[in-house]
C-alpha cells in the first residue's frame, strides 16, 4: 500500500487553508497497530536502503489560484507542502514547525510549478525548508520574499531539474541553524538548465554550509542529464563561517555567477571547481542578522 497525502487540493481553482489554526501530523506519534513512530519508519527505512511510506501533509496537483494563510503545521510524517504543476499559488504567514531529526519532512516543496509565492513565513524541519523541483514539468517564476528559515536543509534548488527552474527571486531571507544556506543541487541521473536566480538581502547565521553549487550531488550517478547553473546572482549576501562550495560540473557546463556586495566570515572556506565567478567575496567578521 502507498499512503498519500493527508490534505488534497486536486485541480481545484480560488480555494486553500486560511485561519491560525495548527495541523499537526503525529509524525511522532505511535501507529495504529504498530511500535514504532512514522518519524521511526523513516529512520528504519533510511538505516536498512528502503523507500519510506509515509503521508504528506498538504498536496496540492493540478491547481490554480490556491492560497494558504497563517495557518500552522507541525509534524508532518513526510513532507510538509507538495506544490505539483500548479500555478498562482501564494503561502502568506504560514509557520512550519518541525523537529529538525524528522527525516523528508521537507517544508515547501514546488514541483514543476509558476507563479508561486511564499512571504513573510517561518520554516523550522528536518530537511530542506524550502526545495524547488522540476522533475516532471518546468518551474518557474517563483518568489520566496521575507522568510525566517531555522534548522533544515535551506534553501534548496533540486535536485530533480530536469525540465528546467528559471526566474527565481528569493529576497529577504534570513536563516539561522540551517545546515545548507543557499543551495543548488543535482547531478548528470536528473540535471538540467538552472538559470535566472536571484539571492538578495540574505543574511545567515550558525549556518555550516552557507552556498552550496552541487553539480554532483549523487556521486555515483550516470546519466546524460547534466546539471548547468548559469545567470545566478548573489546580492547583497552576508554569513559568517562555514564552506562555500561553487562545483560546475565541467569546462564544458561551468558555474556562471555573480556576486555583488557579499559578506563571509573570516573564516569561511571557498571551494571552487569549474566556476566563473563575476565580483568577489568580501571577508569581514560576522555580525547578526537583523
Not at 65 to 90: C, E, M, R, W
Not at 196 to 211: G, K, L
Amino acid at each position: 500500500m502507498v499512503v498519500g497525502r493527508l490534505l488534497r487540493l486536486l485541480t481545484a481553482t480560488a480555494a486553500g487553508f486560511t485561519g491560525q489554526g495548527v495541523i499537526d501530523g503525529q509524525g511522532a506519534a505511535s501507529m495504529a497497530g504498530e511500535g514504532q513512530t512514522w518519524w521511526q519508519l523513516a529512520a528504519s527505512a533510511r538505516n536498512d536502503e528502503a523507500k519510506q511510506n509515509a503521508p504528506r501533509l498538504i498536496q496540492i496537483d493540478h491547481a490554480s489560484d490556491i492560497t494558504l494563510y497563517q495557518i500552522t503545521l507541525k509534524n508532518a510524517p513526510n513532507f510538509h507542502v507538495v506544490i505539483n504543476d500548479s500555478q498562482g499559488i501564494t503561502l502568506w504567514g504560514i509557520t512550519i514547525d518541525t523537529p529538525a531529526t524528522a527525516r523528508n519532512t521537507d517544508g515547501v516543496d514546488p514541483m514543476g510549478s509558476s507563479d508561486v509565492t511564499l512571504i513573510n513565513s517561518r520554516i523550522s524541519t528536518g530537511d530542506d525548508n524550502v526545495a524547488i523541483k522540476a522533475g516532471n514539468a518546468p518551474a518557474s517564476h517563483i518568489s520566496i520574499l521575507n522568510n525566517q528559515f531555522g534548522f533544515g536543509h535551506g534553501m534548496s534548488i533540486g535536485s530533480e531539474i530536469n525540465r528546467g527552474v528559471s526566474d527565481v527571486l528569493v529576497d529577504g531571507l534570513t536563516l539561522t541553524g540551517t545546515t545548507n544556506g543557499l543551495r543548488i543541487k543535482s547531478d548528470r541521473s536528473r540535471g538540467g538548465q538552472v538559470r535566472a536566480i536571484r539571492y538578495q538581502n540574505v543574511c545567515m547565521q550558525n549556518v555550516d554550509n552557507p552556498v552550496v553549487m552541487d553539480t554532483h550531488y549523487d556521486t555515483h550517478a550516470s546519466g546524460t542529464m547534466i546539471p548547468d547553473y548559469r545567470d545566478i546572482t548573489f546580492d547583497n549576501v552576508k554569513t559568517g563561517k562555514g564552506k562555500l562550495t561553487l562545483d560546475g560540473y565541467s569546462e564544458v557546463y561551468p558555474l556562471e555567477m555573480t556576486l555583488k556586495n557579499v559578506t563571509v566570515g573570516e573564516q569561511a572556506t571557498i571551494e571552487e571547481r569549474f566556476a566563473i565567478v563575476h565580483g568577489r567575496f568580501t571577508r569581514a567578521p560576522q555580525t547578526a542578522c537583523r
